[in-house]
């Protein structure tokens, strides 16, 4: 079964801190691995997308790393701020097998990471 | 402003009234979809389209349908909506293409009575 587990389910830090989020998945065959970020009752919004080939990739004080030999990755958030209280979830595209160009996602459960002052 | 648009915002319901949940997309994108999020269960999606009139099953799709007449817009109809649906729901949408960023609506939280 293709499944996606994030760790750990909820997070609470101080501002300022760094902290890391971890993702496990089994998705295959593998496209790309998403990292999104959902505050409460919105949509989620893309923080990072990597391809097979990218073992890291940053937005700004995100930053993404992949294994795909593993099939792990992480976010890594440094000197957070009280804005960076949200959902974080990873997403793991595959290749449909019937269309092409079909995005299949699989969507992890999220961290709740909450950020303290 | 590039967007996805859904509507209603919010919406209670009683059993077996069929609804219309609109979703619109000025990105002139093709690929469109529907995900329903859940405690505990993370987004699962509903339905999608790749393009005008080409739609196909997600992981959920019973009791919902789907239509795609024009490329803006993508409608997710409950013909007899039933408690078991009462979910946050969201509409997403991007280019044709695995690795193109998908770009999400604000919600419709929907409650069946």
């Known amino acids: 079964k293709n499944q996606v587990e994030q760790s750990p389910q909820s997070l609470i830090i101080l501002e300022g801190k760094n902290c890391t989020l971890q993702c496990n998945y089994t998705v295959s065959p593998f496209s790309n691995l998403r990292w999104y970020k959902q505050d409460t009752g919105r949509g989620p919004v893309s923080l990072t997308i990597?391809?097979?080939?990218?073992n890291t990739k940053s937005n700004g004080r995100y930053t993404a790393t992949l294994d795909a030999d593993t099939k792990q990755s992480s976010l890594h958030i440094t000197a957070s701020q009280l804005s960076d209280s949200a959902s974080y979830i990873c997403?793991?595209?595959?290749?449909?097998?019937?269309?092409?160009?079909?995005?299949?996602?699989?969507f992890g459960q999220g961290t709740r990471l909450t950020i303290n002052p | 402003e590039a967007q996805v648009t859904q509507n209603p915002r919010y919406l209670i319901t009683v059993t077996g009234k069929k609804l219309t949940v609109t979703c619109s997309q000025n990105m002139n994108h093709e690929y469109m979809s529907w995900y329903r999020q859940d405690p505990g269960l993370g987004l699962r999606q509903i339905y999608y389209?790749?393009?005008?009139?080409?739609?196909d099953k997600g992981d959920v799709p019973e009791g919902y349908k789907v239509s795609r007449k024009e490329k803006r817009n993508f409608p997710l109809i409950l013909e007899s909506p039933s408690p078991n649906q009462t979910s946050l729901y969201f509409c997403?949408?991007?280019?044709?293409?695995?690795?193109?960023?998908?770009?999400f609506g604000p919600g419709t939280r929907l409650t069946v009575t």
């Open positions: 990597m391809t097979f080939s990218e």
């Open positions: 997403a949408s991007s280019f044709k293409g695995s690795s193109y960023e998908q770009y």
């Open positions: 389209s790749m393009n005008v009139e080409v739609t």
């Open positions: 997403v793991v595209s595959k290749f449909s097998k019937l269309i092409q160009g079909a995005q299949k996602l699989v």
